[in-house]
């Protein structure tokens, strides 16, 4: 699929999912939004930048980290997203976050340098990851940092049937590549190439527990990436991608749930002083 239009379907497919994430994903991707933070060590004071936030779950927690006089421009290819963090950031009050819609891969951001750069579980779904490691790359002050987290080896992801069994009813290519950054030592040399000294990798195991199967295929098909595919189908249609999806997960049905094994990989990269 040529980029722009994978872009595109990214983007409203992300609307169609936004109010469902939560829900499916908040606490089973706790690990990674930890990992991620951990790792990247925001201090009081420091500016950050922050491309897929989604909903705010890890922009909210950074800007515990910095404090009233640390900044976050958080940004997001989904308007859906943005929407629901920005309502969530005026509940808590918070007037230190920006949140902008914008393709991680192309900020509009030319006079801003960031102490840190994050982005959690968002590069996956980038046309071309690199890219947007340069734009974090070149929007860091010399000497900072950035963190990254996604998911690890399709292998040791058994969601991961998810994608094939709707690309089986639609050719939905929202995200051909998803796995290849979790592959060896593939996000490693991405950051190199995006000019990142001194990259660091923590590869775990996680395991997802959703309690019946109503929550474990919203997760699969109404809360993420394949949203906008999934709303297309048919009562039959639907009907038969779950089918096919509660089956490729039974060998984790641990009663009337599931738990779900997965991997996340971290990366954190530094820029060089000049």
């Known amino acids: 699929m040529e980029p722009r239009l994978q872009l595109r379907v990214q983007r409203y497919g ?7 994430y939560e829900p499916s994903w908040k606490k089973q991707l ?29 922009t909210f927690r950074a800007a515990e980290q910095i404090g ?6 958080a940004t997001d290819l989904s308007q859906g997203m943005v929407n629901l963090a920005m ?17 991680g891969q192309q900020l509009e951001i030319d006079d801003f340098h960031f102490d840190a750069a994050i982005c959690c579980l968002g590069l996956m779904y980038f046309p071309d990851p690199v890219e947007g490691l340069k734009e974090m790359h070149r929007l860091l002050k010399p000497g900072g940092r950035a963190t990254v987290s996604i998911w690890g080896e399709r292998k040791n992801c058994g969601w991961a049937e998810v994608f094939p069994i709707v690309d089986r009813q639609v050719a939905s290519d929202v995200c051909p590549l998803f796995f290849q950054q979790g592959t060896g030592n593939v996000l490693k040399n991405s950051f190199k190439e995006a000019g990142f ?7 775990f195991q996680t395991e997802m527990y959703y309690a019946n199967p109503e929550t474990a295929l919203m997760a699969a098909f109404a809360g993420g990436p394949v949203a906008l595919a999934y709303q297309k189908f ?7 991608v779950h089918q096919e999806y ?6 984790f049905k641990m009663g009337n749930g599931y738990t779900i094994p997965g991997e996340f990989v971290v990366a954190r990269g530094e820029k060089a002083l000049q």
Request: charged share 35%.
């Open 14 to 20: 992300w609307d169609k999912a936004a109010n469902n």
């Open 30 to 58: 706790k690990p990674a939004r930890d990992k991620l933070l951990e790792m990247s060590d925001l201090k009081p004071g420091e500016t950050v930048l922050e491309t897929s936030c989604g909903t705010g779950l890890v």
């Open 68 to 73: 009233s006089d640390g900044t976050i421009v």
């Open 87 to 103: 309502n969530a950031a005026e509940e808590r009050d918070l007037s230190n976050i920006y949140f902008l819609r914008m393709d």
């Open 197 to 203: 000294d001194h990259t660091e990798i923590v590869r």
């Open 234 to 240: 048919d009562e039959q249609t639907r009907n038969l």
């Open 246 to 251: 509660l089956k490729s997960i039974e060998p």
